[in-house]
């Protein structure tokens, strides 16, 4: 039972993760080849999000890497992948907008992404504990361990679900931002926004799903666990 409980939520997992993975590049590769009317880049896109917004202190970086694309709020800085950076594509301009969407939300305050942040600290211990207690407890029948490293767990669960509100509110920043300042333009640059992005962030459903997968999983073990042990 415990066998196919591991192997169940280990390929159904797998398959939603790659599921995503798939979406996602394939809508990227799809929009990248599709140039915006505007004829920004993905920096250029960023860098007047930002000034309208009187981020002017907030540079934009070039990292390397594909869709490596991310806000650092410590720096802070808004760093944007080469293919994003330097291209004129709706895709890429979707990354750069949705990135400052993030600084917008640091600017503002915003509960999710404030929570997040201050939940990194303590997810920085709990989720490299949390695989060990949860195997000790299953390997040597200890319960105690088991629902220490379920605590543990849960704290890695919560962040992948305070994450999904500050991508999809990221990503609704950007779309508005995009059409108000005219970035985009027609129904079809409309579509494709909305396909980069919606992919994008079901890759954090997909996240979220796999982690209460794991959870359930675990909470079923201890189930059987303490009811054979009595």
Known sequence: MINVLFMLTFIVGLALTLWAQWRVRGNFDRWSRVAARSGLT???????ILDANGLHHVPVQMVPGRL???????????RLSESVYHSHSIAAISVAAHECGHALQHKEAY???VLRHRMVPLLNITSGAAPFLLFAGVAFRMAGLLLLG???FSTVVLFHLVTLPVEFNASARAKKI???????SGAEEERGVRRVLGTAAFTYVAGALVALMELLKYVVLLFFQTNNDD
């Open 42 to 48: 993905g920096a250029e896109v960023a860098r007047r």
């Open 68 to 78: 490596s694309d991310h806000y650092d709020p410590i720096a802070p800085a808004v």
């Open 111 to 113: 509960g999710a992404l």
């Open 150 to 152: 379920l605590v543990f």
């Open 178 to 184: 995009m059409a108000q300042q005219g970035f985009i």
